[in-house]
């Protein structure tokens, strides 16, 4: 029954993560800036996450670990995010979405040479179907705007450097509370930041709304879900189901705004997910 339960979460969390683009689409609406929309997401992600740890009694990360987190986020999570959001002004979510899980094969390459892994058939294998479905993807819907393309790929390079980075530190480490010192310092950023740029502050309610659906569903639960599910489930389980992600934001796209989703798409999109359930695979061989 966990078991079960822990792919729910899972599901849950992918579907949680996938909806996030379209949220973003909506508060762009209002004309709030990447930077205030980044900062208002990560406060109140933290507003809702701190409570949780606190009433659990969870251990904070401490000494050279809590610096290595503190670091990630404010210069990786931060970082990526800026990509991802940015690259949502420019493109379509769901090709921004697709794009980002370019980052298990990635992950699978760089691996081999920061965490002593061994470069297998799979790993190889699983990069030239990713880099191929990218290259089908990136053919059909990009409206001429490279721009966003490397920003969408910029996200994903990002994200497996922030993911080989803090794959001792969070091992070592309550997870939850390592990704609550991960968003609080991406929030710290954005303070700065915003207190630089000038913050905005939308005045209707909708606008509103889809903003505290980015930072409650898309970043708090979203988080908390996939680390329940991982505990349940286990992180091979995790990493397949997340692939549900990218499909999610292609599906709510299509029906919120009106994306056609061409064969050629579809298919890059197969490609790049096939490769992702290959290194999860991988690591459970």
Request: glycine share 8%.
């Amino acid at each position: 029954m966990g078991h079960l339960l822990g792919i729910g979460l899972i599901l849950i969390s992918a579907a949680s993560f996938g909806a996030m683009a379209i949220f973003a689409k909506f508060a762009y609406l209002s004309g709030i800036s990447t930077h205030s929309l980044l900062f208002f997401r990560f406060v109140i992600a933290v507003m809702v996450m701190l409570p949780i740890a606190v009433l659990q009694k969870r251990k904070f990360p401490k000494g050279k670990d809590l610096y290595t987190l503190i670091a990630m986020g404010a210069i990786g999570y931060a970082g990526q995010s800026y990509c991802y959001f940015k690259a949502l002004t420019l493109i379509p979510p769901s090709l921004v979405a697709i794009l980002l899980y370019l980052y298990p094969a990635i992950v699978a390459i760089l691996s081999v040479f920061f965490l002593d892994e061994t470069l297998t058939k799979n790993k190889l294998f699983a990069l030239c179907i990713a880099i191929s479905g990218t290259i089908l993807v990136i053919g059909v819907d990009t409206n001429g705007n490279m721009k966003g393309i490397m920003l969408g790929v910029g996200a994903a390079l990002i994200y497996s450097v922030y993911t080989i980075a803090g794959a001792k530190v969070m091992k070592r480490n309550d997870t939850f509370t390592s990704s609550l010192v991960v968003i609080a310092s991406a929030a710290c950023f954005y303070l700065l930041y915003n207190i630089k740029a000038g913050f905005f502050f939308p005045t209707a309610e909708f606008y509103w709304m889809n903003i505290m659906a980015i930072a409650i569903l898309s970043t708090a639960v979203a988080v908390y879900a996939y680390f329940q599910g991982i505990k349940l489930s286990g992180a091979i389980n995790a990493s397949m189901l997340s692939t549900f992600e990218p499909v999610t934001t292609m599906a709510l796209a299509s029906l919120f705004l009106g994306q056609y989703i061409g064969w050629l798409q579809m298919a890059g999109t197969v490609l790049i997910l096939f490769s992702a359930v290959l290194v999860a695979l991988q690591l459970k061989s």
